[in-house]
């Protein structure tokens, strides 16, 4: 059974700042991984998606990479802004047609 | 081009009475998924549908049920509320069948029950 894990669960750092977000999953099958970011009560905005045969995806400042062999993603985030605060989320495409979501990382970014 | 609609974006009910939530995909997509949202519980998997018919399902009690229309827009039906179903509702879209385009989201219902 695939598990999605999250660390850490929340995070602060100062403007300016680059970061990164760790994604780990148990089963390497995968299909994709998909990281997300939502900010309070509101929908998931997709921000990066990774196909099984790709290792990394760019935008902006934002970097995702993928190894499937270790089973982790991250997400890094490059010179952190005070806008960036949100929470993010990893999701993984699976057989069967399923996508398992990790509980996410919360990031405050400090002016 | 028009993301993913789910209406209403908010919504109150009493206890032990019904609610219906709709979403309209991405015009082409087929794949419409629904998740719940909690505090505690995190994003949780309701169903999917995929070309009206339903894919996959989670591990919520029967009175959650849902179903899609030819056109793709998907509904989901809680019966006899309860006070624990009070969540943000989010529905997602996908236009290949095996999703490899991965997910759009909508904004979410967020349901308060009374």
């Known amino acids: 059974k695939q598990e999605v894990t999250q660390i850490p669960a929340a995070l602060s750092v100062p403007e300016g700042e680059n970061l990164v977000l760790n994604c780990s999953f148990t089963?390497?099958?995968?299909?994709?991984l998909q990281w997300f970011r939502q900010d309070p009560g509101k929908g998931l905005t997709s921000l990066l998606l990774?196909?099984?045969?790709?290792r990394e995806q760019t935008s902006g400042r934002l970097n995702a990479s993928l190894d499937k062999s270790s089973g982790r993603s991250t997400l890094y985030i490059a010179a952190s802004q005070p806008g960036d605060s949100a929470t993010y989320l990893c999701?993984?495409?699976?057989?069967?047609?399923?996508?398992?979501f990790g509980a996410g990382t919360r990031l405050f970014v400090k002016a | 081009k028009a993301g993913v609609t789910q209406t209403p974006r908010y919504l109150i009910k009493t206890r032990g009475q019904q609610v219906t939530l709709s979403c309209s995909p991405i015009?082409?997509?087929?794949?419409v998924s629904w998740y719940q949202q909690t505090p505690g519980q995190g994003l949780q998997f309701l169903f999917e549908?995929?070309?009206?018919?339903?894919?996959n399902k989670g591990n919520f009690p029967g009175r959650f049920s849902g179903r899609q229309f030819s056109n793709s827009r998907s509904e989901m039906n809680v019966s006899t509320l309860e006070l624990g179903d009070s969540a943000l509702y989010l529905c997602?879209?996908?236009?290949?069948?095996?999703?490899?385009?991965?997910?759009?989201f909508g904004s979410g219902t967020r349901l308060t029950v009374v």
């Open positions: 997602a879209s996908s236009l290949l069948v095996d999703r490899a385009d991965g997910y759009t």
């Open positions: 089963d390497s099958a995968i299909y994709n």
């Open positions: 990774i196909q099984s045969s790709q």
């Open positions: 999701a993984v495409g699976t057989g069967g047609f399923k996508t398992i």
């Open positions: 015009s082409g997509h087929r794949s």
């Open positions: 549908y995929f070309s009206e018919t339903q894919r």
